[in-house]
């Protein structure tokens, strides 16, 4: 089994910074790309960043130079340091992780999901 736990979303103002963590556990064997993705009211969910186990980073357009995406490779814990927040920010914010796990003496590809964090920031 293998579990994905969002935290550190909250309220902020515009402008301010909020640092959200993901831990993943379980039988994970191996873990290829780690991501953040956020649903806002009405949108639909989108890539917010990744990173691959290579290192490779990407960023939406739209949160480039004010977000930064990192990961302990020790502890598969993944964060996302959120500088320079603005309202068009808000949204529920979800962790995914793409992984090989063993379950039933077989190992297997697959992604899961946190249940996500809310972030809200107000103008």
């Known amino acids: 089994q293998v579990q994905v736990v969002e935290s550190g979303g909250g309220l902020v103002q515009a402008g301010g910074s909020l640092r959200l963590s993901c831990a993943a556990s379980?039988?994970?064997?191996?873990?290829?790309?780690m991501g953040w993705y956020r649903q806002a009211p009405g949108k639909q969910r989108e890539l917010v960043a990744y990173?691959?186990?290579?290192?490779?980073?990407n960023y939406n357009d739209s949160v480039k130079g004010r977000f930064t995406i990192s990961r302990t490779g020790a502890e598969n814990t993944l964060y996302l340091q959120m500088n320079s927040l603005k309202p068009e920010d808000t949204a529920v914010y979800s962790c995914?992780?793409?992984?090989?796990?063993?379950?039933?003496?077989?190992?297997?590809?697959?992604?899961?999901w946190g249940q996500g964090t809310q972030v809200t920031v107000s103008s």
């Open positions: 995914n992780v793409v992984m090989r796990f063993l379950y039933r003496s077989t190992i297997s590809p697959g992604d899961c």
């Open positions: 379980g039988t994970i064997v191996s873990i290829s790309r």
């Open positions: 990173i691959t186990s290579a290192g490779n980073i």
